[in-house]
C-alpha cells in the first residue's frame, strides 16, 4: 500500500492508499469532525455509510461520509458544523 498526504483544515496527515478518509483521521488520532446543530462532537459512529455523523466536505464537496469515501492523495478535506443551526 502506498503511502498518501490529505490536507484537513489545512493541516497534512499521513495515510495509505486504501483508507478511506475517517480511517486516516482515526490512524491520526482524530475522533471526532463534525459539529450536530446543538454543537456535540461528531466523528464515525456506524462507520458503513448508514448514519451520516462523520460528514466532511472533500474538494468542495459537502456532506461525504468519510467512513465510505477513499482517501486519494492530494484530498482537501474541511470538517463541517451545524453547531447553532435549527435542530428540527
Excluded at 491520526?28 to 456535540?40: A, D, K, N
Aim: charged fraction near 25%; glycine fraction near 14%.
Amino acid at each position: 500500500m502506498s503511502p498518501l498526504r490529505i490536507t484537513v483544515d489545512g493541516e497534512t496527515l499521513a495515510g495509505r492508499e486504501g483508507q478511506t478518509i475517517a480511517g486516516v483521521l482515526l490512524a491520526c488520532g482524530l475522533r471526532s469532525w463534525r459539529r450536530s446543530p446543538t454543537g456535540t462532537p461528531r466523528g464515525v459512529f456506524c462507520g458503513i455509510g448508514v448514519c451520516f455523523d462523520c460528514l466532511v466536505t472533500v474538494n468542495g464537496v459537502r456532506d461525504v461520509r468519510a467512513c465510505l469515501r477513499r482517501a486519494r492523495d492530494g484530498d482537501a478535506v474541511t470538517t463541517q458544523s451545524r453547531a447553532g443551526e435549527d435542530a428540527r
